[in-house]
Each structure stands twice: as C-alpha cells, then as structure tokens.
C-alpha cells in the first residue's frame, strides 16, 4: 500500500489533466501491446527483440498511469483508498465468477 500511497502524491503533485493522463494511458497501452507483439514473434514485430522483461515493464506503465487516472478521479486521499479497496475486491470477484462459470 505504500506504493500506492506514493502514487496519490506523485499524482497531485503532477500538473496534468484528466484528459492528458488518459491519453498517456492509450499510449502506454500501445507500447504494451507492441511489445507483446514483438515478445511472441508476431509476423512484422519480431525485429524488436522485445522480450516477457519488456512485456512487464510496459504492462506496469499501464498500472501507474491508470493509478494516477484513479487518484485524480477520487475526491481525497481516503476515498482513493477506500474505493480501490472496494472496487479491485468487486472487479477480482467478478473475474472468478467469470472464470467458474467457464
């Protein structure tokens, strides 16, 4: 929870807009998926060398960036960190409703 804690700050301390992280995120998204691409030797992506190392690295890229949208989007400190409590147990259940009805 430290970490997350660090990103709230980081967040407020950071003058973008709401509008400029999202498009940050797309672009995060982006590398993430090119490096998937290039990491499982997609015809036209190989080239890059990519590998599961960089896979990580820009999947975590997504998670902060969309961490900073979260905390943003929440009205304090406390409400950030309720409501992702919250939310990350409804959105886990779901997923493993999801998977046992598979």
């Known amino acids: 929870?430290?970490?997350?804690?660090?990103?709230?700050?980081?967040?407020?301390?950071?003058?973008?807009?709401?509008?400029?992280?999202?498009l940050k995120l797309c672009e995060e998204s982006g590398e993430v998926a090119q490096a998937v691409l290039s990491a499982t030797g997609a015809p036209g992506s190989a080239y890059k060398k990519l590998t599961l190392a960089d896979v990580r690295e820009e999947a975590l890229d997504t998670v902060i960036v969309a961490m900073a949208i979260f905390a943003q989007a929440s009205e304090s400190r406390e409400a950030f960190d309720t409501e992702f409590s919250r939310l990350l147990d409804l959105k886990v259940s779901k997923w493993i409703k999801t998977l046992e009805a598979d």
């Not at 990103?7 to 709401?18: G, M, P, V």
């Open 1 to 22: 929870m430290e970490k997350l804690a660090e990103i709230y700050e980081l967040t407020a301390q950071d003058t973008k807009t709401l509008q400029e992280r999202c």
